[in-house]
């Protein structure tokens, strides 16, 4: 059964850095473009960054939010079937819960058929 289980959220100020990391289990992360999403409090949910499959005949893709490019950087490391996001320059609006999915490249979007959500790592970015 497909499990995924983030983790490395904290309390960080403004400017500061985080490394998000999402073990996968129950299926081989190789096959499957994965991504981050977000969701803060009262706002719906935000897809972050998604990474291509490994396996896909294009080469890797990688696709960002606009509000993030630049400072948020998406790797994978099949060995481990673990996806990371590390977060650079941080600001208080990247305030959230992040939470690793299937996801889909064009658009940046969640896959559709991807419903087994972790319990997600806060982020909190304040002074």
């Known amino acids: 059964q497909l499990q995924l289980v983030e983790s490395g959220g904290g309390l960080v100020q403004p400017g500061g850095s985080l490394r998000l990391s999402c073990a996968a289990s129950g299926f081989t992360l190789d096959y499957y473009a994965i991504g981050w999403f977000r969701q803060a409090p009262g706002k719906e949910r935000e897809a972050v960054s998604c990474i291509s499959s490994t396996v896909s005949s294009t080469g890797i893709i990688i696709k960002y939010a606009d509000s993030v490019k630049g400072r948020f950087t998406i790797s994978r490391d099949n060995a481990k079937n673990t996806v990371y996001l590390q977060m650079n320059s941080l600001k208080p609006e990247d305030t959230a819960t992040y939470y690793c999915?299937?996801?889909?490249?064009?658009?940046?979007?969640?896959?559709?058929?991807?419903?087994?959500w972790g319990q997600g790592t806060q982020v909190t970015v304040s002074s």
């Open positions: 999915a299937l996801c889909r490249l064009r658009p940046l979007s969640l896959r559709d058929d991807f419903s087994s």
